[in-house]
Antibody, heavy 120, light 107 residues
Framework: QLQLQESGPGLVKPSETLSLTCSVS??????????WGWIRQSPGKGLEWIGN???????FYNPSLTSRVSMSMDTSKNHFSLKLTSITAADTAVYYC????????????WGHGTLVTVSS | DIQMTQSPSSLSASVGDRVTITCRAS??????LAWYQQKSGKAPQRLIY???SLQSGVPSRFSGSGSGTEFTLTISSLQPEDFATYYC?????????FGGGTKVEIK
């Protein structure tokens, strides 16, 4: 059964870089039928799509974050990662990793989410 | 970028009530719209895809309709387990965009 598990620091200082990893089990990130992506939710707020990555090289980022975000994959470890630079309190959120159907770019499976708090 | 406007932002209803939630896209998105349910502390779960197709395992009291710019999620008879927040998502073009959410509360 597919499982996605986010990992990373729960507390990050302002201006630093946030790094998160999503470990995938029960399926391969090189399976070819899916994007792998990140979505976040600020406390008490709605959902914001961050970006998607495909093992063959396609990457899509939210234009609102393009200057600060990067995503990568490690196929040997079957995980993918998110980096967000120059973070501020506005980046405090629950970060979800997700699988997205390739043809539709539609999230169909989510991790449980990890809370990242930005504070000095 | 396509903007998704969801209404109402919250509503109070009783068990057994019929509930309707609306999402409007800032430009036409065909039927590239999904609905998600999120319960407190949990990840969203997909209810509807392609505007009106019911996700496997989702009760038939949930239904979706619409195309183009106007979409509706209907719960025909609200059940206790349906009290949650609902989001629409357009996936017609990047950037993917969620509606602001509708919190369904117990009256």
């Amino acid at each position: 059964q597919l499982q996605l598990q986010e990992s990373g620091p729960g507390l990050v200082k302002p201006s630093e870089t946030l790094s998160l990893t999503c470990s995938v089990s029960g399926g391969s990130i090189t399976g070819g039928s899916h994007y792998w992506g990140w979505i976040r939710q600020s406390p008490g707020k709605g959902l914001e799509w961050i970006g998607n990555i495909y093992y063959a090289g396609s990457i899509f980022y939210n234009p609102s974050l393009t200057s600060r975000v990067s995503m990568s994959m490690d196929t040997s470890k079957n995980h993918f990662s998110l980096k967000l630079t120059s973070i501020t309190a506005a980046d405090t959120a629950v970060y979800y990793c997700a699988r997205l159907a390739l043809r539709l770019s539609l999230p169909d499976f989510w991790g449980h989410g990890t809370l990242v708090t930005v504070s000095s | 970028d396509i903007q998704m406007t969801q209404s109402p932002s919250s509503l109070s209803a009783s068990v057994g009530d019929r509930v309707t939630i609306t999402c409007r896209a800032s430009q036409g998105i065909r039927n590239d719209l999904a609905w998600y349910q999120q319960k407190s502390g949990k990840a969203p779960q997909r209810l509807i895809y392609a505007a009106s197709s019911l996700q496997s395992g989702v009760p038939s009291r949930f239904s979706g309709s619409g195309s183009g710019t106007e979409f509706t999620l209907t719960i025909s008879s609200l059940q206790p387990e349906d009290f949650a927040t609902y989001y629409c998502l357009q996936h017609n073009s990047y950037p993917l965009a969620f509606g602001g959410g509708t919190k369904v509360e117990i009256k």
